[in-house]
């Protein structure tokens, strides 16, 4: 079953935020903390925010103050803090509150500085493969093109600024409108998987889902596949991005944590509660991909607009 | 007594609980399991309804407004999270169906007809194999909106739980029985125990008092019958062992008194021993002076008898005397005459001469059994009171056979028939009956020889008949009678003839009756 993985980081950089950790035989005693903070909205489809709030606070300590024993660091204090809106988050970053941030790509991409955030990882779908945005669209609605989307229906994840941005960015290049301009029926729906659904029943025509959606959905019911066809594709590695302060004494010794998940019982517990399987190490690097993808929006909706 | 091992009181009271706590035990098991499997049933069905409910209330927007990707995304969540459910299948009245299961959803168009018939008005379920599930708790919930019925909700529950409350439920049972056997074994050996040890304790104390052993105590100390019976038991002990030393000292108090008279009983016969000697002797000094008075009497007697006897040799001794004397001065004296005188005289003395040979025949002391002829004696001694008879006019009887022959003191017997004949003779003569007789008839019967000894003088009187053996007791006057003479005449019959004495009167007179033995055969 894949699952984005965007909630799992999350959740294992909450964990990793539990951990105070010394660098050096030297610091082993030091009070170092570990706080972590992440944008609430895109993590809560894979889990509620009770499961998170334990998974971060019970099980990830549990499972760091054991892992850190190996790796020869204490932990003495830890802390999640969950963000609904993600200019708060970057708020506490800038003050220093927070050691590791959990977001979407775009989103750090447009509020967090390169300077500030050092290297850090992401969940990845089952085999490492990477997530993806996907316009779908019903077989049976003569749907080939964005141009026969006019006058369709078609259903958006809420409160994903990302997908707002593939769509326009889609409807920008092939219509020279945003799709807030064109005749559309526009739903929203808090989960991919249930945009496949209502695109599966006919509730709607299309939608912007992802990729690990599409793929779990179609494993349940392989008929998907029949009545449901991608029209267009936006890769994104991993719905969200973990990054640590880059000044934070212990990025090297907690990724290497975060990696040896899998390896425990634990740890494979967390992961399932985000619903990511797979963490690979991410650079801040890998945020100019994004920086450059939101430009070339601005630069369309600029144009467009003129 | 030896107590067999199956019968002693630990084995059985051993074995009556843990047949009683087995039997207990089973028979609620017995009770429990379909009770259980019951309640698990009910609580199958409610927590499916319950379920079913809940389903249809979270679902019933989308129902309603056919949101059907609603309905999958919400039933899928709930078989994620509820792994005791193998598939969901909503069925609605009209359009294809719905079956959801842990790995996949899709869409069919007519249910198979078990399923089928399931879907009516009710609440119903059945456990039936149902695609790849051996055995599936399928419940089917009809689904009505304000009296409509819009479908059905079926959902396929795993017995798994169902079936894990009955091993469970088995389990727990042959749990329960296993400690409750454990309980028995352990409970039952320390109930066993404790109701039976005492008893053992005290049953072998008993035995040893029961040998004789007084010292034992039972130390068993408890508030209850068991402890009453301890305490009761050493009181008998100790009872016991009171009298057993008041037995001993009485005993022994018994055996000094026992000692002291046995002693003096041992004394007292050596004392009677003495005196029945120096009564003995005294009684044989007695008697051998009685039958010394006895002979000095007879001898006395006889010698009057001898005086009878020679009376008339005497008289005619001397009337040869004064013949002779007459013939001389007469001159007449010849020699025959004188020769005839001579020959007279000698025979008058020869018959002198023979009657001092009797007598002395008679009291020559004679101590030997011999054969003797009972007529001869008789005869003898009858001529010894020839004169007397005559003088008195006394007639003499003699009735007997001249051949009866008996073995005997021949001298012993002549005195008890001279005795006899004597006291009859001295009745005769005081009484003077007209024609005074005295009969002596002996005769042999087939092994006793009988001699009676008759006399008319009127009888004995019937005063004295008792006493009349007595020694002397007489009736005579004084000088004429000893009163030793039948008393010595019963004493040689029964003592040393081994026969009997004894006297009855008749019409005429007093009979005596010796009775003898007849040995001679």
């Known amino acids: 079953m894949k699952i984005p993985h965007r909630i799992l980081i999350n959740l294992i950089l909450a964990s990793c935020s539990m951990l105070s950790i010394p660098t050096s035989a030297d610091e082993l005693k030091k009070d170092i903390r570990l706080n972590m903070g992440y944008y609430f909205n895109s993590i809560s489809e894979r889990a509620n925010r009770t499961d998170i709030e334990i998974s971060l606070n019970f099980w990830a300590k549990e499972l760091f103050d054991s892992e850190a024993k190996k790796h020869d660091f204490i932990i003495s204090s830890s802390r999640a803090i969950l963000f609904d809106r993600i200019e708060d988050m970057q708020i506490a970053f800038?003050?220093?509150?927070l050691d590791l941030i959990v977001a979407p790509p775009l989103l750090i991409s447009r509020y967090f500085k390169r300077s500030e955030l050092g290297d850090g990882f992401v969940g990845m779908l089952e085999g490492k493969k990477p997530e993806a945005l996907l316009l779908i669209a019903r077989n049976d609605k003569n749907i080939n093109s964005i141009k026969e989307l006019r006058g369709k229906r078609l259903e958006l994840v809420e409160d994903d600024e990302l997908a707002d941005i593939f769509i326009d960015t889609l409807f920008l290049k092939e219509l020279k409108k945003g799709y807030k301009n064109i005749d559309l029926a526009i739903q929203r729906q808090k989960k991919s998987n249930r945009i496949i659904l209502d695109v599966f029943f006919d509730k709607t025509d299309a939608g912007i889902v992802y990729s690990s959606s599409y793929t779990l959905m179609a494993e349940l019911n392989p008929d998907i596949k029949n009545k449901i066809k991608p029209l267009a594709e936006l890769p994104i590695k991993g719905r969200n991005f973990i990054f640590f302060r880059r000044d934070y004494p212990l990025i090297k010794e907690l990724t290497s944590v975060a990696m040896s998940f899998p390896d425990s019982v634990r740890g494979k517990q967390i992961l399932e509660v985000f619903k990511t399987p797979e963490i690979i190490n991410c650079k801040v690097e890998e945020l100019a991909k994004f920086d450059n993808y939101y430009n070339e929006y601005l630069r369309l909706k600029n144009k467009t607009n003129k | 007594m030896a107590i067999k091992q199956k019968n002693s009181i630990f084995i059985r009271v051993f074995l009556i609980f843990g047949s009683l706590v087995l039997a207990i035990t089973l028979f609620f098991a017995f009770m429990v399991v379909p009770m259980q499997k019951n309640a698990f049933k009910q609580i199958m069905f409610t927590q499916a309804e319950t379920v079913s409910r809940s389903i249809v209330q979270a679902s019933s927007d989308a129902i309603i407004s056919k949101d059907f990707g609603f309905i999958?995304?919400?039933?899928?969540?709930?078989?994620?999270?509820?792994?005791?459910?193998?598939?969901?299948?909503?069925?609605?009245?009209?359009?294809?169906?719905?079956?959801i299961n842990q790995e996949n959803w899709h869409l069919i168009e007519n249910l198979n007809n078990d399923i089928a018939q399931l879907e009516n008005n009710n609440i119903t379920y059945k456990i039936m194999p149902i695609e790849n599930y051996e055995k599936v708790y399928h419940f089917v919930y009809p689904i009505q909106f304000s009296g409509i019925s819009w479908g059905w909700l079926h959902i396929g529950f795993s017995t798994n739980q169902y079936d894990k409350y009955i091993n469970d439920m088995y389990f727990q049972i042959i749990y329960i029985i296993g400690i409750s056997l454990i309980l028995i074994l352990c409970v039952g050996y320390l109930f066993a125990r404790w109701i039976s040890q005492p008893v053992s304790i005290i049953s072998h104390l008993a035995t040893q008092v029961a040998g004789g052993d007084l010292t034992v105590r039972s130390t068993i100390e408890r508030g209850d019958e068991i402890g009453v019976l301890s305490d009761s038991f050493n009181q008998m002990v100790d009872s016991l062992m009171q009298s057993k030393k008041h037995l001993e000292n009485y005993n022994q108090e018994l055996e000094n008194k026992v000692l002291k008279r046995t002693q003096e009983l041992a004394d007292l016969n050596k004392d009677l021993d003495n005196k029945i000697k120096d009564e003995v002797a005294q009684r044989q000094k007695q008697e051998a002076l009685l039958i010394h008075q006895s002979r000095l009497a007879a001898m006395g007697e006889m010698i009057g008898a001898i005086a009878h006897q020679w009376r008339q040799p005497l008289n005619a001794l001397g009337l040869v005397q004064q013949n002779l004397q007459f013939k001389y001065q007469m001159d007449k004296l010849d020699d025959d005459f004188m020769n005839q005188s001579m020959d007279k005289s000698a025979r008058l003395i020869q018959k002198m001469s023979s009657t001092i040979d009797?007598?002395?025949?008679?009291f020559k002391p004679n101590k030997h059994i011999e054969p003797f002829n009972i007529n001869n004696i008789i005869k003898s001694t009858a001529?010894?009171?020839?004169?007397?008879?005559?003088?008195?006019n006394i007639k003499l009887q003699i009735i007997c056979n001249e051949n009866l022959i008996i073995k005997g003191f021949q001298g012993e017997f002549s005195q008890v028939i001279l005795n006899l004949l004597n006291n009859a003779k001295d009745a005769l003569i005081e009484n003077n009956p007209k024609q005074p007789t005295i009969i002596i008839d002996a005769i042999k019967n087939n092994d006793t020889v009988t001699i009676t000894i008759k006399d008319n003088a009127g009888g004995i009187p019937d005063g004295i008949i008792?006493?009349?053996?007595?020694?002397?007791?007489?009736?005579?006057?004084?000088?004429?009678?000893?009163?030793?003479?039948?008393?010595?005449?019963?004493?040689?019959?029964?003592?040393?003839?081994?026969?009997?004495?004894?006297?009855?009167?008749?019409?005429?007179?007093?009979?005596?009756?010796?009775?003898?033995?007849?040995?001679?055969?």
């Not at chain 2, 009797?358 to 008679?362: A, K, L, P, V």
């Open chain 1, 94 to 97: 800038q003050q220093g509150e």
């Open chain 2, 72 to 99: 999958v995304e919400h039933n899928v969540e709930v078989l994620k999270n509820n792994t005791s459910i193998h598939y969901i299948l909503i069925s609605p009245k009209v359009g294809d169906k719905i079956w």
């Open chain 2, 466 to 521: 008792d006493k009349i053996y007595d020694p002397y007791f007489t009736t005579k006057e004084e000088g004429k009678g000893t009163g030793i003479g039948l008393y010595m005449s019963k004493i040689i019959v029964e003592n040393n003839m081994s026969g009997t004495l004894r006297a009855f009167n008749d019409a005429e007179g007093a009979n005596f009756v010796i009775e003898l033995k007849n040995n001679q055969d």
């Open chain 2, 383 to 392: 001529d010894l009171l020839e004169a007397q008879l005559k003088n008195n």
């Open chain 2, 358 to 362: 009797d007598f002395r025949n008679f």
